[in-house]
């Protein structure tokens, strides 16, 4: 009688130790396996982009903060001419925005150490021509894959970005180092009002050592995205850019400074802005004494030479102009005789110097818009469609107000049609 009851405690106990050991073994497991699955998941989403192959070395799992990272990630082209990845990614840490949470909005931040983009023209290029990219939603379906919420916040730290074309000789070579950006509230998940709710800042090294400066704001949340940026480049040594203007100009310099100041709007995919390029203190390279060089060359570089001792601005020792840009994002005009007049401007009346001028905003886009050549297409197409539809619409009243049927008018149909041919 009393062994009965014995049994069935210790039994009891031993179940109350087993359930609970088996789930911490079975979470323990499902935690270890965790990231080889995920890494796993993703190297197949890497290998299944068209014409490019990727790998992920490692992911790590932080279930206390919500987020992953991506160790080692990188993305080549299957042909490529070189062997630097198009994408290198050493380490990037994705997590969920807690800030937002607490507003209500699952969204996801993301935070790149030492990325590094190169992009090199060829590889990138068919045989006939044209880009030789997958489409935009297949870029965004791999994006998707990798960060399943909405980005809200993202930043770079010390990352670096290049640009190869090997078509040129010599090859040109540009490129940004210590990239470091910042971009807030992508998604709005802030709820701000403002016509431009993020905010982007980015600062880097230049080519020759420059320094540019980046700020913005901006509006992601529309099929063409809104935004209102300055950009400053400083102190950047022009013999960096000899390989281009070897290769466009036929002209290289012994010494001087190139800096570069802009400011751009875009609203509704209409664009105002301008790019004010400044070269100070310029010397073109002497190759008189090169009995090799072609005679043409000499005679081409003595001419932009003499050209630039006549333009220059004595006072600042600087060559410099303002190039306007204006229109829709697909077909954007170029300010080509304001440029030109600009050239004279600063050389022989106003010096132009390399900080921004705070002549562009939002607004100005939003206006040119409404005054464009396309808006006041669209505006002349409207008044001509209203007026059909008032005409037909004023007969249709007289006819249908007869006793004879066949002679009334289906309105509808008629307002229909006059719509299709306008």
């Given amino acids: 009688m009393n062994e009965i009851p014995r049994k069935k405690k210790k039994w009891f106990k031993r179940k109350k130790v087993l359930i609970p050991l088996t ?12 990231p080889y699955y995920v890494r796993d998941e993703l190297n197949k989403t890497l290998a299944d982009i068209p014409g490019y192959y990727g790998h992920i070395d490692d992911v790590g799992i932080s279930l206390y903060r919500g987020a992953y990272q991506l160790n080692g990630l990188y993305l080549d082209k299957v042909d490529s001419k070189t062997q630097t990845p198009f994408l290198n990614f050493p380490k990037t840490d994705i997590s969920i925005q807690w800030g937002a949470l607490l507003d209500g909005r699952v969204v996801s931040e993301i935070e790149m150490q030492h990325p590094s983009i190169s992009y090199t023209f060829e590889d990138h290029i068919a045989a006939d021509g044209s ?13 998707t894959d990798i960060v399943p919420l909405q980005i809200n916040r993202f930043e770079t730290i010390d990352g670096e970005f290049s640009f190869t074309g090997l078509y040129a000789e010599p090859n040109i070579d540009l490129y940004l180092s210590n990239v470091n950006a910042l971009a807030t509230n992508l998604q709005n998940a802030e709820q701000s009002s403002l016509a431009l709710p993020s905010t982007l800042k980015a600062t880097a090294t230049t080519i020759g050592n420059g320094n540019l400066d980046l700020n913005g704001k901006l509006d992601l949340i529309k099929e063409i995205p809104d935004m209102n940026l300055d950009m400053t480049i400083k102190n950047a040594d ?33 664009m105002k802005g301008y790019f004010k390029p400044l070269m100070t203190d310029t010397k073109i390279v002497d190759k008189w004494s090169d009995e090799d ?3 043409f060359k000499i005679a081409w570089e003595s001419f932009v030479g003499l050209f630039k001792f006549v333009l220059k601005n004595q006072g600042t020792d600087t060559l410099a102009t303002n190039i306007p840009i204006e229109g829709s994002v697909e077909n954007t005009e170029i300010g080509i005789w304001s440029s030109v007049f600009n050239i004279f401007e600063n050389g022989w009346f106003n010096a132009f110097d390399s900080n921004v001028d ?9 206006t040119k818009k409404n005054d464009s050549a396309e808006a006041r297409k669209e505006a ?28 009334n008018i289906d309105l509808e149909y008629e307002i229909e049609q006059i719509k299709s041919d306008t």
Avoid: C
């Fill in 23 to 34: 789930l911490i073994i079975i979470l323990v497991a499902g935690r270890i396996y965790l």
């Fill in 131 to 143: 880009l030789d990219e997958p489409s935009a939603d297949m870029w965004y379906a791999v994006l």
């Fill in 238 to 270: 022009i013999t960096a850019l000899n390989d281009l203007t070897l290769h466009y100009a036929g002209i290289d310099f012994e010494e001087g400074k190139f800096e570069l100041a802009s400011e751009l709007a875009i609203a509704d995919g209409y």
């Fill in 293 to 295: 060089t072609n005679i």
């Fill in 358 to 366: 705070d002549t562009i905003g939002f607004n100005d886009a939003i």
């Fill in 380 to 407: 002349r197409r409207l008044r001509r469609e209203e007026r059909r539809i008032e005409r037909v619409t004023n007969r249709a009243q007289r006819r249908n107000s007869n006793d004879n049927p066949d002679d």
